[in-house]
C-alpha cells in the first residue's frame, strides 16, 4: 500500500511559480512511477506530468511543457512539481499518483494504482 500526500498549492498570480510536493508512505515507492493530474472546475481530470521509478524519463502535457518541472527523491518518498509561468488556465485541484509501470498523457487513468487527495492551486489574472 502506498498513501498520497500533496502539499504546496494556493492562490497566485499570473507568470508566479509555486512548487508542489507530493509524500508517499510505503517502502517500495522507488518501484512506483509518479506523476501528477489536475481537473479544473467543469473539465474532466487530465494529465501533466509523469517521472519513471528512476527519474530517467519524463513526461508532460503539451499545456504544460517548458513551464513544469517535474522531479522525485526516492530516498525522502517525495515527487515534486515546480511550476513557473503560471496561468490562470492552470488553475485546479492537482492529484498525485502513482502507478507500477510508466505513464503519460496516453495512459488510461483506470490503470492508476494510487491516488492523493489533491490539493488547489488558483491562478488570478
Known amino acids: 500500500q502506498v498513501q498520497l500526500v500533496e502539499s504546496g498549492g494556493g492562490l497566485v498570480q499570473a507568470g508566479e511559480s509555486l512548487r508542489l510536493s507530493c509524500a508517499a508512505s510505503?517502502?517500495?515507492?522507488?518501484?512506483?512511477?509518479m506523476g501528477w493530474f489536475r481537473q479544473a472546475p467543469g473539465k474532466e481530470r487530465e494529465f501533466v506530468a509523469s517521472?519513471?521509478?528512476?527519474?530517467?524519463?519524463?513526461y508532460y502535457a503539451d499545456s504544460v511543457k517548458g513551464r513544469f518541472t517535474i522531479s522525485r527523491d526516492n530516498a525522502k518518498n517525495t515527487v515534486f512539481l515546480q511550476m513557473n509561468s503560471l496561468k490562470p488556465e492552470d488553475t485546479a485541484v492537482y492529484y498525485c499518483a502513482a502507478r507500477y509501470g510508466t505513464f503519460s498523457s496516453y495512459t488510461s487513468q483506470a490503470t492508476i494504482t494510487y491516488w492523493g487527495k489533491g490539493t488547489l492551486v488558483t491562478v488570478s489574472s
Open positions: 517521472i519513471s521509478w528512476s527519474g530517467s524519463n519524463t
Open positions: 510505503g517502502r517500495t515507492f522507488s518501484s512506483y512511477a
